[in-house]
């Protein structure tokens, strides 16, 4: 009896340690300029992108136009990578698997306007931008960590 105590135990530790680096990496990600994004084309390819990023609750949010070869590979295939990059897109840490699926218009605005918030003026003039290029030039892309 007191190994199954033991072992129950020992695995809700593991998790509990599992749920703290996972929140780590969100706020580590979420909190950088630059988000290094690896979707891969219908042949397997890699494809490196860096976007800007905001931390939305457990997931992390990215605006991108909608019509984007990035957004493309994502819709063909979910799995990704991402990991800390600069602007030019060279990793500056490591890259954790994640799936990207394209969100609905309410949480696409949610991701707008907290890039705006994140990014200031930087952010409002994209913003800005994108709103001259049409009503549907951008969307969100929801980006959930993988375990």
């Known amino acids: 009896m007191q190994h199954t105590a033991h072992v129950a135990d020992d695995l809700e530790h593991k998790s509990k340690e599992h749920e703290r680096i996972m929140d780590d990496t969100l706020d580590q990600l979420g909190a950088g300029k630059y988000m290094l994004v690896t979707s891969y084309r219908k042949n397997g390819t890699p494809v490196t992108t860096p976007v800007w990023v905001v931390r939305d609750g457990d997931t992390l949010g990215v605006r991108t136009p909608a019509d984007s070869w990035k957004v493309k590979r994502i819709r063909a295939r ?13 990793p500056t840490g490591e890259q954790v698997p994640a799936t990207a699926e394209i969100t609905d218009e309410a949480t696409g605005a949610r991701y707008r306007k907290l890039i705006a918030r994140k990014y200031g003026i930087l952010g409002r003039l994209l913003i800005l931008q994108s709103r001259l290029r049409g009503a549907d030039s951008t969307l969100g892309i929801r980006v959930r960590l993988t375990p």
């Open 78 to 90: 979910g799995d990704i990578l991402v990991g800390p990059c600069d602007l030019s897109g060279k």
